[in-house]
């Protein structure tokens, strides 16, 4: 059975960081682009970034480039993403989301962050 779960979201101030994680199981996890989605409240799916099954390659929203930074440890299985310099825009359930030929293959339920003072 597939699972994606993710953790580390939270609280925080504006200006402020955290880093998220996704652990994954039930599939070969170094085989798979892996990216991360956020929603915020009332809109819509908003891509944040992806990398590929290696960590080799790495890409970004524009306004996330240069605050955000994905990466993954194949052998723990685990998906990161570190936000720094953290806005109010950034307030949204942030999920982990495996990649099968570039498209959404299966999604963790969540984990929110909420950026506010």
């Known amino acids: 059975e597939v699972q994606l779960v993710e953790s580390g979201g939270g609280l925080v101030q504006p200006g402020g960081s955290l880093r998220l994680a996704c652990k994954a199981s039930g599939f070969t996890f170094d085989d798979y682009p892996m990216s991360w989605v956020r929603q915020a409240p009332g809109k819509g799916l908003e891509w944040v970034s992806t990398?590929?099954?290696?960590?080799?390659?790495?890409y970004y929203a524009e306004s996330m480039k240069g605050r955000f930074t994905i990466s993954r440890d194949n052998a723990k299985n685990t998906l990161f993403l570190q936000m720094n310099s953290l806005t109010s825009d950034a307030t949204a359930v942030y999920y982990c989301?495996?990649?099968?030929?570039?498209?959404?293959?299966?999604w963790g339920q969540g984990t929110q962050v909420t950026v506010s003072s």
């Open positions: 989301v495996k990649v099968v030929h570039g498209d959404s293959d299966f």
């Open positions: 990398i590929t099954w290696n960590g080799g390659n790495t």
